[in-house]
């Protein structure tokens, strides 16, 4: 269905005159609506080098998606490759004045810094618009098919295929995806301790109880342990309170002694791992689909009420599901069923609620890792069929050419309480044709102009008070 949905788009651009680069779901998890949707370009790629880019392309993804978190929420995302045709390979090395026509213009030495590669942002995203939705495009990466070490970030990361390069993305999705500051204390940029900073994992707070990720001032929901000495001694395992931290070497802090903000090549730590698992499901829902999607539900009294619903899968943690009616605890997993022969008649109330129960999360306070769902289930008396339906065709001989008619008569069942009335219907194939609406004191219809030889089914059905209809007598007139 994904790829139908994704070729119908590139028809229409192709329709439009444009022409749409080749796109390959090279991870698909599931729909776009509820997963974060990376997309590669790569530049410096020849025609006869788009299986090289395939193959880089895949093991970019596989370094992308094999550190945590990326790791334990794999099934979160979908990658898209799009094959991007330069006409040479490489990248532009301005500095030893070498320069390729390239699609996206990739170029070392940007801003005078020989390691940092930029891109034509312009020329990025009149790809991105010709080939992709704009919500298929979260996180944009270009791959630059050049083996020195090199990259950038922004809005478009830009990466080379030296091995470490991921590296290089991975802080700057720290960045831009996870909302995360540099935690190095070198300048440029310069210094600004003055204010604290907006990042969750940088701060100018030293008392114990304020310190942004040591919630409560300790765990459960906090990270430093009491025993942690703060301000933190450097080199001091754990999580802490370590001096110096986005560009500042004094009057800021940082959580742990070295990490990925810090330097390439180390781990998220803690506090930015729940950072950006917390950033993750401000994008996707922890339930990924639930029915009924209607969020009122009717049943007969004595009927059954299913209500299911299907989550998201970490790597290693569970989605529990826990459900409620009437505020009362109700069961836990993917499908409850309630039997309203217990309730009475009138609204009732259900509810769900689908959480992450990683430990990588210590504080929620938006509750972003739980997917809250209720539902109103309306429990009315049954409404049962009405008696005795039956019907026969009579020829009206009070025209003068005479007519024929089905006379169609039945009886109140007395198992109903106070109705409103009944409904009648014809079927016609698949159709259901409303006759007439009749009062709940009338008992018999006339089809009129029915002709000799015909054959119509009816259905009658008792209507309540509220227009809700019981299940149908059914009659057949020949």
């Given at each position: ?329 109700a069961g836990r997993g993917g499908r409850l069923e309630v039997d309203t022969a217990g309730l ?135």
């Amino acid at each position: 269905m994904r790829r139908l949905v994704l070729a119908a788009a590139f028809a229409a651009l192709l329709g439009s005159g444009l022409r749409a680069e080749n796109v390959t779901p090279i991870r698909s998890n599931g729909p776009s609506s509820n997963r974060i949707d990376i997309v590669i370009l790569g530049d410096g790629y020849t025609s006869a080098e788009m299986s090289k880019f395939a193959s880089d392309a895949e093991a970019f993804t596989a370094g992308l998606l094999g550190q945590e978190p990326f790791r334990e929420y794999e099934a979160y995302f979908n990658v898209f490759r799009v094959d991007v045709v330069s006409s040479e390979s490489g990248a532009d090395h301005p500095a030893r004045g070498v320069y390729k026509n390239t699609a996206l213009d990739a170029a070392y030495d940007c801003s005078g810094i020989t390691r940092l590669i930029c891109v034509n942002t312009t020329k990025v995203n009149e790809v991105l618009n010709r080939s992709l939705p704009a919500a298929q495009r979260e996180l944009v990466i270009v791959l630059v098919n050049d083996p020195e070490y090199g990259g950038s970030g922004g809005s478009v990361a830009v990466s080379s295929t030296h091995a470490a390069g991921v590296e290089i993305v991975l802080h700057e999705v720290g960045h831009s995806f996870g909302l995360l500051a540099d935690e190095y204390d070198s300048s440029p940029p310069a210094c600004n301790n003055t204010v604290e900073p907006s990042q969750a994992n940088v701060t100018r707070e030293t008392n114990r109880a304020l310190i942004k990720w040591n919630t409560g001032g300790g765990p459960p929901t906090g990270w430093i342990e009491p025993s942690q000495p703060v301000p933190t001694p450097i080199l001091t395992p754990g999580v802490g309170l370590f001096q110096g931290a986005k560009y500042c070497t004094a009057g800021l802090y940082r959580p742990t002694t070295n990490s990925k903000m810090r330097s390439l090549g180390r781990p998220f730590e803690e506090v930015n791992v729940e950072q950006v698992i917390k950033r993750i499901y401000n994008v996707v829902l922890p339930v990924d689909a639930w029915t009924p999607e209607e969020s009122t539900v009717r049943v007969a009294r004595g009927g059954v009420a299913s209500f299911t619903a299907t989550v998201m899968a970490p790597r290693t943690y569970s989605i529990e599901m826990e459900w409620f009616v009437n505020g009362a605890f109700a069961g836990r997993g993917g499908r409850l069923e309630v039997d309203t022969a217990g309730l009475g008649e009138g609204t009732h109330r259900v509810e769900a609620r689908g959480r992450d129960q990683t430990p990588a999360v210590r504080s929620d306070p938006q509750k972003v890792l739980e997917r809250p769902m209720a539902w109103s289930l309306v429990v009315f008396s049954p409404i049962y069929a009405p008696l005795d339906f039956s019907g026969r065709k009579v020829l009206n001989r009070s025209l003068l050419r005479g007519e024929y008619i089905n006379l169609l008569t039945w009886k109140a069942n007395p198992q109903n309480g106070n109705i409103g009335g009944y409904n009648l219907y014809r079927d016609e194939g698949a159709a259901r044709i409303l006759l007439s609406r009749l009062g709940a004191g009338t008992f018999e219809y006339r089809h009129r102009g029915v002709g000799r030889d015909s054959q119509m089914t009816y259905r009658l059905t008792a209507v309540g008070p509220d227009g809700m209809e019981g299940a149908p007598a059914m009659l057949t007139v020949k």
